[in-house]
């Protein structure tokens, strides 16, 4: 496939045409500046970045748009792109990457001789650079750009490139030369291992692209694949959005239920003055859930939060369709075992033997988790406290879990520390810091921020932080936009922009990309470019101006950056198998690692610094929210569970028959049969996001958790800092990306040759794991 998709949260590739300038590198930065001030002291940063502000205030519409009295463009572009000073430049990078990949292709088919047979793989992977700089560009604007215009552009680009990025994942004449250069000794003796690693790659994806099927089926392919890309994003766009935006309770009902007359007094009544009008998101909505204690508004509530519009059900039922169609067509049964081939996994059978066995293992920790809530219900209702696994399921239900929560003896423990709040000591710049210094232990790399050029970056608050390696010198870019601001949504993403590979033979137009340079080799390469995208709240009150985060912010953050920092350590020439382009089931093993480190006490404390008094985080006050962090732990991850498994029946052979198929009613039979917390009320399914970005691998979170936890028993949870661990797992697994069988690189990891051929026993030893 020409296309090859970082497999994160989001579809992910990397681009280059422009404008022509030399060979050059990332220029030397001098002037180093305070990695936690630039978080967390926002003066500081306006300061620094005075010539950033100053351009955004003068502009019009956007901080791409042109000075105001001023003739000359902003000094750069989006991630120094000269072509992203606006949405229109964005359609010209577009049209132009276009151009120059068909000059390309047309080289392709015409060169015969036997050096253009040897540089046909890598002329492939350039190919395939410029397809999917493009993309994942126009992926990540599509999703976090602030400017309407630039939006718009990202998603005609989007459909432009995607439908000619299927029209070569079907051409024959491409397929065939690649056949018979993998197919030719004497060629592949002269290619590099990587070379024939991505010349297999691709010859496997275009024959998933149904390449040697019957006439028409191309067609076909291309047609579905366009339509699930389509649908899919619709659904995507339209997960966050509940079915309703509030739901009526009779004043009366409301007000003699217990609730706080804070509470009441933020809800707005109907026209009548009968019944309260309680939104469904928000602070409000939460609080009710959490202190109401009348089941039956809780569950009106609870069932209103997690529903969604009908037409969104529609969107959901029509992709699982039309991904059943497309893997009809390629001759499989199902989508999932479409997907499937190629993974870790390999197959569906597979998924579901480990996801059962984990719930097998699973639901009787999370049943004893849910019995205090049990018996605390029993006890504020008059009730016979249950006693057995199936009474405390019944017992329990989805809009109860809050409201017991807070009544649990656990969140009681804190009136002894009730004036100290955790988030103080970890402010976002604390964080950050911590971050850099654990990478510099165990990786030998640290965050240096660095002031950004007029319209590099999105919003004047993204922050650039460049990856430097004490051996290497700068080794990637990290965008973190990391602030909520008013219009953005986006839940916690990482985005790869541009990828790490070797600048090609020829190459010298390099305008559009930046460029690092090996201190130990002297080679020139692309740099890695990244975009975190998260929300963080900033504290209110007297002079309080830092952006503190609760223990799950710091382990989502360390999550992200997990994929960043697989994408900055992976080192390999072509694109194709860099950093995040790896097996789907694979790529979540280094970012969930990393919240293993977020929930180690002797890590927290290393970091845990009062963002006022700069004093330590005590241990008592570390160790009970630590506590909190992981109560209901096993519960959780149950529901991951489940989630897999509805992933799973989504995309199994159901969706191929012609028989009506109620997507609702599979949801709710399957969580009538896990039973633990079971919702038989709502249509949450339309809003289980991960369905289209994730189709049919849902399950890789927990496979990679179970992965992942075994690898911090066997390197790190003796001594989370240890310096020759973190190499050996950047040796065994972060630096071949996706260029060696991700079986090999656990094997390595866990000094575990049994693990090499990724058999049925290897999975059983992954899936025996409970602390995941």
Request: with cysteine; proline share 3%; aromatic share 8%.
């Amino acid at each position: 496939m020409i296309l090859r998709q970082a497999s994160v949260s989001k579809a992910n590739c990397s681009a280059f045409v422009g404008s022509f300038r030399l060979l050059t590198t990332v220029p030397c930065v001098k002037l180093k500046h305070d990695l936690r001030k630039v978080f967390d002291n926002q003066r500081y940063w306006e300061e620094i970045n005075e010539e950033v502000y100053r351009a955004a205030h003068s502009t019009s519409n956007s901080v791409f748009g042109r000075f105001k009295n001023d003739p000359n463009p902003l000094k750069t572009g989006l991630f120094q792109n000269p072509f992203l000073t606006s949405g229109q430049g964005l359609r010209k990078f577009s049209v132009k990457t276009l151009e120059e990949a068909q000059i390309l292709v047309d080289t392709m088919r015409s060169d015969y001789s036997i050096k253009g047979r040897l540089s046909y793989i890598q002329r492939l992977d350039r190919l395939s650079d410029l397809l999917c700089r493009v993309i994942d560009l126009c992926e990540f604007v599509r999703a976090s750009h602030p400017d309407p215009q630039f939006v718009q552009a990202a998603q005609l680009c989007h459909e432009e490139m995607f439908e000619f990025m299927n029209v070569l994942n079907t051409d024959t004449s491409l397929c065939e030369i690649l056949k018979s250069v993998l197919a030719d000794k004497s060629l592949t003796k002269q290619l590099s291992t990587e070379e024939i690693r991505v010349g297999k790659i691709l010859l496997e994806d275009f024959e998933k692209s149904g390449i040697d099927m019957e006439a028409g089926v191309g067609e076909q392919f291309i047609s579905l694949s366009q339509q699930i890309s389509l649908v899919g994003q619709e659904f995507i766009n339209n997960t966050d959005y509940a079915k309703t935006q509030s739901v009526r309770v009779p004043c009366k009902d409301l007000e003699n239920s217990g609730i706080s007359s804070i509470l009441l007094a933020q809800l707005l009544r109907d026209a009548r003055g009968l019944n309260y009008k309680v939104p469904t998101h928000g602070y409000i909505a939460f609080s009710i859930l959490r202190s109401c204690p009348d089941e039956n508004i809780r569950m009106k509530l609870w069932t209103a939060m997690h529903s969604c519009p009908d037409q969104q059900i529609i969107r959901l039922k029509q992709l699982a369709k039309l991904r059943g169609y497309l893997a009809f067509i390629m001759g499989k049964e199902s989508y999932a075992e479409y997907q499937l081939d190629g993974k870790m996994a390999k197959s569906p059978t597979y998924v579901k033997g480990f996801v059962q066995s984990l719930v097998d293992t699973t639901k009787p920790l999370a049943v004893q988790e849910l019995k205090t809530l049990a018996n605390l219900k029993s006890e504020h209702l008059g009730l016979k406290k249950p006693e057995t696994d199936a009474e405390i399921l019944v017992s329990v239900r989805p809009w109860d879990r809050e409201y017991y929560s807070t009544l649990n003896a656990l969140q009681q423990q804190r009136k002894s520390l009730e004036n100290e709040q955790i988030n103080s000591y970890f402010s976002l710049g604390t964080v950050m810091q911590g971050l850099s210094n654990l990478f510099q232990s165990i990786y030998g790399i640290r965050l240096e921020p660095v002031v950004a050029s007029p319209g590099e970056t999105w919003s004047p608050e993204v922050r650039r932080i460049n990856v430097v390696s004490d051996t290497e010198g700068t080794i990637g870019v990290v965008y973190c936009d990391l602030f909520e601001r008013r219009g953005k949504t986006t839940n916690p993403a990482h985005f790869t922009v541009c990828c790490s590979r070797q600048i090609y033979p020829g190459e010298t137009d390099l305008s559009t990309i930046q460029v690092g340079q090996l201190r130990s080799t002297g080679e020139k390469f692309q740099l890695p470019v990244i975009s975190l995208v998260c929300s963080f709240a900033q504290e209110t009150g007297p002079e309080q101006s830092a952006y503190l985060l609760q223990l799950n912010d710091v382990e989502t953050l360390f999550h992200e950056m997990g994929h960043a920092m697989h994408s900055m350590l992976g080192r390999t020439s072509l694109q194709n198998i860099s950093g995040t382009r790896c097996a789907t089931d694979f790529v979540e093993l280094p970012s969930i690692l990393m919240e293993h480190f977020a929930r180690d006490l002797r890590v927290l404390a290393s970091i845990g610094r009062h963002h006022v008094s700069n004093k330590p985080v005590p241990l008592e006050l570390l160790k009970l929210s630590q506590n909190e962090h992981t109560y209901l732990q096993h519960t959780e991850t149950f529901s991951q569970a489940k989630m897999a498994m509805l992933d799973q029946e989504m995309h199994s052979s159901v969706m191929l028959t012609d028989k009506p198929v109620d997507v609702v009613d599979m949801y709710h039979e399957l969580e009538k049969k896990l039973g633990v917390l079971s919702d038989d009320k709502s249509n949450w399914c339309g809003r289980f996001g991960h369905l289209f970005g994730y189709g049919a691998t849902y399950y890789s979170y927990l496979f990679d958790r179970a992965i992942a936890s075994k690898i911090w028993s066997h390197l790190f949870a003796r001594d989370p800092f240890s310096r020759e661990n973190g190499d050996k797992f950047k040796n065994s697994v972060l630096k071949w990306g996706g260029s060696r069988d991700p079986w090999e690189c656990i094997a390595d990891a866990l000094d575990n040759n049994e693990l090499r051929n990724g058999d049925e026993k290897a999975m059983r030893f992954i899936g025996h794991t409970e602390d995941i």
